[in-house]
């Protein structure tokens, strides 16, 4: 209850930031919805060339890009803005004033700053994947709506441990910019089912970095097609993740060298 306090205490502190200029929010608000239907742009052209591509309808496909819209607002709004400035304050020898409060360290980096505008993408998600399941005339049974929700979280926790992995690298490199750039032009590619990338290519987006899990499988539970031994092995795989991050992060933290070392 505790750490839900402070992460409440830290959203309130955000969206306040945030509202103090009304008119930059709204517009923040039409650039996050404008990205989300810019991003539907190329789909809509693909598949209105093909009536499948790679066993993939319009409609289906339409379910990955909500995952990947869903996932893309979490990235943006929540775990990029917070784990940057991480960065800056390795590099400036500043973290001491993070490491000296009665908090867990990572707890309190991940959720120092919120990109309220960022989470109108969420409803962008959901409202696509009411359509696309309208389209295709499809009502998931409980059993599936839970194996998609819980894949959700799985996917959310993925996304958080493989940001973490990349900002650790800062105690050892500092300077991180092209990292990132590299790890959000790699995240792109999840808009696009798993099936679509072939050979090398799919063997990465499974097992290396592993956007099929995070956008392609809670789609594919959702429409009933993924066995329950894939979605047991997925949550073993978010979950091994998130404690290698999690590793990582505390082995980091020995190599942090302060203003005042």
Known sequence: MRYLRLFVVQLRASVQVTMQYRAEFFVGVFMALF????????MFVLWGQ?????????????????????????LDGAVQPSLQAV???IRKGTLDFVLLKP????????????????????SAAVALVLWALHRLHRVPSPAQIGAALL???????????????????????????????LFNSVFDAGRW????????WRI?????????????????????????????????????????????????????????S
């Open 103 to 122: 908090a867990d360290a990572q707890f309190l980096v991940s959720t120092a700053k919120f990109e309220v505008m960022n989470f109108f993408d969420a």
């Open 151 to 181: 894949l959700t979280v799985a996917a959310a926790a993925l996304l958080y441990a493989l940001a973490i992995l990349v900002i650790s690298a800062a105690f050892y490199v500092v300077r991180l910019d092209n990292l990132i750039y």
């Open 50 to 74: 093909r009536t499948t591509i790679a066993g993939w309808t319009l409609e289906e496909a339409a379910l990955v890009t909500a995952w990947f819209t869903l996932l893309r607002a979490l």
């Open 204 to 260: 990465i987006f499974t097992f290396v970095v592993p956007l099929a899990l995070m956008t392609t499988y809670p789609a594919l539970a959702l429409l009933g097609r993924l066995e329950t031994s894939t979605t047991a092995i997925a949550l073993g795989g978010a979950l091994a993740f998130v404690i290698v991050a999690r590793a990582v992060w505390k082995r980091s933290i020995g190599h942090y060298r302060s203003a005042s």
């Open 87 to 89: 960065v800056e304050h």
């Open 35 to 42: 990205y989300v239907a810019w991003n539907l742009i190329p």
């Open 193 to 200: 089912p798993a099936s679509v990338f072939r050979g090398t």
